[in-house]
């Protein structure tokens, strides 16, 4: 039988990275969520190749030769579950529309957090809603000073450069129930007045991990801004908004100007996300017009949620890889389901 190797901790049927000497020639390997392509072969480079790795990212991850399989929607999928307890016919079906946006940023500060509330500050926004749960001391920015520097359209770098290094001057915000040194439930989180945040706000500034890659996963934040009947706007993401339209998930094109997400850098992924919906960003009565005349939209999103489409979408994407892989993935997939809940999915930041 084929072993599961993995990076997390929790899961008693899996033997952790750590405790390996090298990988068999049938084991199967499995990060969840992301992980720089660096680490990764550095990991391969100590332990060797196995027959399969498994990622929840969206993009491709080019290792060598070898193929990585990704099912990018399986930890919100299987954190949706702790929402089934919620009554669907007690959530909020008319939203009272009070800003125009919400931004959500806990625990690090990474690069396109960091660099999402700069802009909110550069741009001089007005009329948004947020919480900051996290330390305001500057984060590493050298790679993003880097990128700027070498944009053949130096707007970003006159306009923003000079904007970034200085002190975030936005207050720290928590909701009410936030503990800095525990790990909040995620249906706590939104349960704490984080849907009362959604509700009142007309779209959603989404900032998930590692968006400094050309790759992309999916977070709370994503499950929050459906939940809270709002536009997404993806914040340094790459093809987030693309990978759930071809889910079956409405993006409302036709509302927000997605084109920032194949944008080659985070700067200018960033930056247009901002600049190219500046209409709904900044103008309350367009966004509120737009909010109540596209309610049934954003109403049937979150129904599709109930209806389990991301469930389903998982289990469709491990039904269409190979046999050996599948049958293994498949039950360790169904135990994680079942140990998630009521515990949060976190990546074993080991690296020796």
Avoid at 45 to 54: D, L
Avoid at 210 to 218: K, N, P, V, Y
Wanted: a neutral charge.
């Amino acid at each position: 039988m084929p072993r599961i190797v993995s990076t997390w901790r929790v899961n008693q049927h899996t033997i952790k990275l750590e405790f390996i000497d090298k990988f068999l020639p049938d084991d199967v390997f499995v990060v969840p969520g992301m992980i720089e392509p660096t680490v990764l072969r550095h990991w391969l480079e100590k332990y060797g190749h196995p027959s399969y790795i498994v990622m929840d990212q969206a993009g491709d991850i080019k290792i060598d030769d070898l193929k990585i399989y990704s099912v990018p929607l399986r930890g919100l999928a299987f954190s949706f579950e702790k929402f089934e307890k919620l009554n669907q016919s007690e959530l909020l079906s008319t939203p009272d529309t009070k800003f125009c946006f919400n931004f959500f940023v806990n625990e690090n500060l990474n690069v396109n957090k960091y660099i999402l509330i700069k802009l909110v500050e550069y741009f001089k926004f007005d009329c948004f809603d947020y919480v900051l749960n996290t330390d305001k001391k500057l984060c590493n920015v050298r790679s993003l000073l880097d990128q700027l520097s070498h944009l053949p359209n130096n707007e970003l770098l006159k306009e923003f450069r000079h904007k970034i290094l200085k002190p975030i001057a936005l207050d720290t915000k928590h909701n009410k129930n936030y503990s800095p040194t525990g790990i909040p439930c995620i249906l706590n989180q939104w349960t704490d007045n984080l849907d009362t945040m959604f509700d009142q706000s007309a779209v959603s500034l989404i900032s998930e991990p590692h968006g400094d890659q050309t790759a992309s996963i999916f977070t709370e934040k994503t499950m929050f801004a459906i939940m809270g009947l709002t536009f997404p706007i993806f914040v340094g993401g790459y093809g987030n908004a693309d990978y759930l339209k071809q889910v079956g998930l409405d993006t409302f094109d036709d509302i927000i100007d997605h084109s920032y997400q194949f944008l080659p850098t985070l700067p200018e992924r960033c930056f247009y996300a901002f600049k190219n919906n500046m209409h709904i960003l900044s103008d309350l009565s367009l966004a509120k017009q737009l909010r109540r005349t596209h309610l049934d939209r954003l109403c049937k999103n979150r129904d599709l949620l109930y209806d389990q489409i991301l469930i389903k979408h998982v289990y469709k994407v491990v039904d269409g890889w190979p046999d050996p892989l599948k049958s293994v993935i498949k039950p360790y997939f169904e135990f994680v389901q079942k140990v998630q809940v009521g515990k949060s999915m976190r990546l074993y930041d080991y690296i020796d």
